[in-house]
């Protein structure tokens, strides 16, 4: 799960800066996402950590469109860059 | 469209795309301030290193300028003509205030960058206002200035950076008084009370409008018209005193009726 954690971490903490506090209870709301309320510290629960990604990424993208996708990409480009395009979430391909 | 077709009732769809509409304009606009914001921090960071180097820089050149003329001065070359003796002498106090200030500067920086380190020692800070008071003089005399002092009876034992202390908050608040002051008497106080030690310096000088009241403990914030009584103002010396006082626990704070009306500057440490 390791760099699936820190790309959720990641996205989180760069839609924080855009739009605060929200980013933090829009990620509570994603299924297969753990968030420590007292750290803010991410970790992906069992299932399929790509599609875990993806519905991160869609729940952003839901409420604020093609933008906060685009956030998500650029907050994730650092360590999908050392990632296979096979285990890239396909939200996160460019 | 014609004002009698009726207009068709606005479905929850129709309600939930306008609203997405409107969150994507906010996050665009929201996004815009987060990088601008951004790089402003890294622009502010740049020029916060660049003075901080500059000032440096210019600070080793003005004490090697200020041992050369000191060694004039002194006599160290020998005898010299009662003329080079007097330029060396305004030159050396010139180079002297140009190090004042620049060091002025650094420690502004060095604050801001949470680079300065803190003593915790106890000193008597009574003795250390007297000290202050004595070396004063000489600069209130020579502008007919009376120093007013009072001092109650009391332990002034503080814990805290002396020099930093006597430096940048007693001599500070002092030479201020004494600058902006043109004629009258300037008025020091000490006492201890409640746990605390309460000093304040009072003139009569030319006061503080309220918008300069709002600036004046802030980087590089003086008064509007200060500048003109002391041209050589960095604007550095009440924010570095504030610094100063808080990192020690204590509070700094100023009170004026407004220009013309004089000020006080009070501080309070916890004993």
């Known amino acids: ?94 | 469209m014609d004002a009698n077709t009726p207009q068709q009732a606005k479905s929850t769809s129709d309600y939930e795309a306008e609203l997405k509409k409107a969150n994507e304009i906010v996050y665009k606009h929201s996004l815009e301030l987060a990088r601008l914001k951004q790089e402003l921090e890294v622009v502010n960071k740049q020029q916060e290193n660049l003075l901080h180097f500059i000032s440096h820089e210019i600070k080793g050149y003005l004490t090697k300028s200020e041992a050369g003329f000191a060694a004039i001065a002194e006599g160290d070359y020998g005898s010299i003509p009662e003329q080079l003796k007097t330029m060396s002498k305004a030159a050396l106090a010139d180079v002297r205030k140009g190090v004042a200030t620049v060091m002025d500067i650094l420690q502004a920086s060095n604050l801001k960058k949470g680079t300065v380190s803190f003593k915790k020692l106890a000193f008597d800070f009574r003795s250390v206002v007297q000290t202050i008071i004595a070396e004063q003089q000489v600069a209130a005399h020579a502008k007919g200035l009376q120093l007013d002092v009072k001092m109650a009876d009391g332990k002034y034992r503080l814990e805290g950076d002396e020099e930093k202390i006597r430096e940048h908050v007693i001599r500070n608040l002092i030479d201020n008084a004494i600058r902006y002051t043109p004629t009258g008497t300037v008025h020091i106080e000490l006492s201890d009370g409640d746990g605390k030690i309460h000093f304040s310096v009072k003139d009569s000088g030319v006061g503080i409008t309220p918008e300069d009241m709002a600036n004046l403990f802030t980087e590089g914030g003086h008064g509007k018209d200060s500048i003109k009584i002391n041209v050589h103002s960095t604007g550095y010396g009440l924010f570095i005193a504030k610094q100063v006082v808080e990192a020690s626990g204590g509070k700094i704070w100023a009170e004026s009726k407004g220009a013309g009306h004089g000020a006080r500057f009070i501080v309070e440490f916890l004993a």
């Open chain 1, 1 to 94: 799960m390791g760099p699936f954690n820190n790309i959720a971490q990641s996205i989180i903490k760069e839609q924080e800066l855009v739009i605060g506090p929200l980013a933090w209870s829009e990620a509570r709301k994603v299924s297969g996402l753990h968030i420590d309320v007292q750290g803010n510290d991410v970790t992906l629960e069992g299932g399929d950590p790509k599609a875990t990604i993806d519905r991160l990424v869609s729940q952003y993208e839901r409420l604020f469109g093609r933008a906060s996708q685009e956030v998500c990409k650029e907050a994730a480009a650092g360590i999908t860059a050392t990632m296979s395009r096979a285990d890239i979430p396909a939200s996160l391909l460019t």
